[in-house]
């Protein structure tokens, strides 16, 4: 909207000229001070045979505020994003730190192998159900242990693994196949007591044990554990809440 043609040679010319280099190699762009020395720049510098008419001198002014109107705009909705991000994880906190000493099933496919005593993980079989197969893969993906589960019925089951199986945590895979050959679906879980919560990379993970899950994977949970009470967390580490909550 600054007349480019206009001639600045006056000491203000300049000064205002280093300003807004100097705003825009900071900020990318001028700031109301830097347009308003500017314009009184080009006021008092104008040509006198083709002056700046009013409604051209209103028109930037009216830009201008509106651009910055913007600007405060976008602050104030970025400000109540923050603060509502950080109410959202203080929820999700809490409700993590109320499901210590809790059984919970979460999806995936985690288990941990004891040293001694069963190994139990629940899943969902689709179809008809048919013959089970069972694989332990550890960490990066190498098979460790192969077995045959028998037949298994359709739908929601606790299966006990074969004591034979070495310790560690690992993931599983569970392959069903009819009667024809065909595969049928299996939904695998992950199962445990949840013994801490853990934040790491901006995600809520629930210990179980060795493993660990997400907060939003959890789809089951079941009561207490007898001896554990489920404490209340305001925060997590480092996170504050918005001013004017608590």
């Not at 280093?18 to 009184?40: C, H, M, P, Q, V």
């Not at 969902?124 to 069972?134: I, M, P, Q, R, Y």
Request: aromatic share 4%; hydrophobic share 40%; charged share 15%.
């Amino acid at each position: 909207m600054i007349n480019s043609t206009t001639s600045v040679t006056s000491s203000a010319g300049a000064a205002a000229g280093t300003t807004t280099a100097s705003s825009r190699n900071s900020l990318g762009s001028i700031g109301k001070d830097e347009f308003l020395t500017l314009l009184i720049a080009q006021l008092k510098n104008q040509d006198p045979l083709n002056p700046l008419q009013p409604h051209e001198f209103a028109a930037q002014l009216a830009q201008f505020t509106s651009v910055e109107q913007l600007q405060r705009l976008n602050q104030a909705m970025d400000m109540q994003l923050v603060s509502s991000q950080t109410l959202s994880l203080l929820e999700q906190t809490n409700l993590a730190a109320s499901l210590i000493g809790r059984n919970v099933v979460a999806e995936g496919n985690q288990v941990f192998i004891p040293e001694s005593g069963p190994a139990r993980v629940q899943i969902e079989v689709g179809g008809s159900g048919g013959k089970a197969t069972l694989r332990l893969l550890d960490s990066t993906g190498i098979e460790v242990a192969r077995r045959d589960l028998g037949t298994l019925a359709p739908g929601e089951q606790t299966l006990t693994l074969p004591g034979d199986l070495p310790a560690g945590a690992y993931r599983y895979e569970i392959a069903v196949t009819d009667a024809k050959g065909a595969a049928v679906s299996v939904v695998t879980y992950t199962t445990g007591t949840v013994d801490s919560i853990v934040f790491k990379e901006g995600q809520i993970l629930l210990r179980l044990g060795p493993l660990q899950v997400p907060l939003d994977t959890v789809a089951e949970i079941n009561r207490a554990v007898a001896g554990h009470e489920p404490p209340f967390v305001t925060a997590p580490p480092s996170i504050k809440p918005p001013p004017g909550r608590v």
